[in-house]
């Protein structure tokens, strides 16, 4: 059975994800995907070939995400979403279920907050434009993966681990990503990684962009997630060699001002 075929399965005997409320200590959020109803996000997200709303074993559902190795490191999936809100300060939340075939080979992208024309992919830094995602990397554990002024090379630059920790593959990791945006008045910006609620990575003192108008405030959900880098050492593969395909699944999506970690809720 290959790498699509385990995923499947372990999707399927999976328990449910953590509850999608909003914890009590946090705002209102701006937006709140829980893959129950038919809402733009949701559709916005199954349009793409890779992803797939599927049944959880409690009867709920989640969003299931084929990673397909490949000479790239697995195919990119890439879905951005404009924000009914824009700001300077927001916490992007998300569950994650990873099988127990999941493969962290080098590293890979996960999701994140951007501007009106966000920076990825190595292209070169704009006063308009950066972007903030989580990255994990080899042994999987989280880390921030920032564009901004100040990088010191072609790529996003990572946080100061602060732990650890890792995602744990086989039950539900909640990620939480706190950006706040760098000021007019010189304030200086920083994008925290929480896992389960603990602060594992941190990047502060960040100039995300110069250009301080309404389109380069928070205004995009990035869903982003592939393994890479850019070339075949980043690719999940059986013992042959072979490229496989892995599948895992997000829930409770959700955007809130200020900082908002809570594992309950």
């Known amino acids: 059975m290959d790498g699509f075929g385990m995923g499947v399965l372990s999707l399927v005997s999976a328990g449910a994800a953590m509850a999608a409320d909003p914890v009590a200590d946090c705002a209102a959020p701006v937006l709140l ?6 809402t733009p996000l ?11 709303v599927a049944k959880n074993a409690d009867g709920g559902h989640a969003l299931a995400a084929s990673y397909v190795g490949s000479e790239k490191g697995s195919e990119r999936i890439v879905v951005r979403h404009d924000l009914p809100l824009a700001g300077t300060d927001f916490t992007l939340r998300y569950d994650v279920w990873l099988p127990d075939s999941f493969q962290f080979v080098r590293g890979g992208k996960m999701h994140g907050l951007g501007p009106d024309r966000p920076v ?7 006063a308009d434009g950066w972007s ?6 080899a042994g999987g554990g989280p880390v921030n993966y920032v564009y901004h002024q100040g990088q010191p090379g072609k790529y996003g ?23 706040v ?8 910006g920083s994008s925290r990684v929480y896992l389960n609620g603990d602060l594992v990575n941190e990047l502060g003192d960040v100039t995300y962009r110069t250009d301080f108008g ?11 997630t592939f393994h890479g880098g850019n070339d075949p050492s980043w690719a999940p593969k059986d013992e042959d060699g072979n490229y496989v395909t892995l599948v895992a699944r997000y829930d409770n999506i959700a955007v809130y001002p200020g900082l ?5 809720g």
């Open 157 to 179: 630059e990572d946080g100061a681990a602060l732990s650890d920790a890792t995602f744990t593959p086989g039950t539900w990791n909640r990620v939480a990503l706190h950006v």
């Open 132 to 137: 903030s995602r989580v990255m994990w990397r």
């Open 42 to 52: 949701r559709r916005a997200l199954e349009r793409h070939p890779l992803l797939t």
């Open 181 to 188: 945006l760098n000021g007019e008045d010189g304030t200086p």
């Open 260 to 264: 908002c970690t809570g594992v309950t």
């Open 214 to 224: 309404a389109a380069t405030e928070i205004t995009q959900f990035l869903f982003s």
């Open 120 to 126: 990825t992919g190595g292209d070169p830094i704009r």
């Open 33 to 38: 995907e829980d893959m129950e109803a038919d």
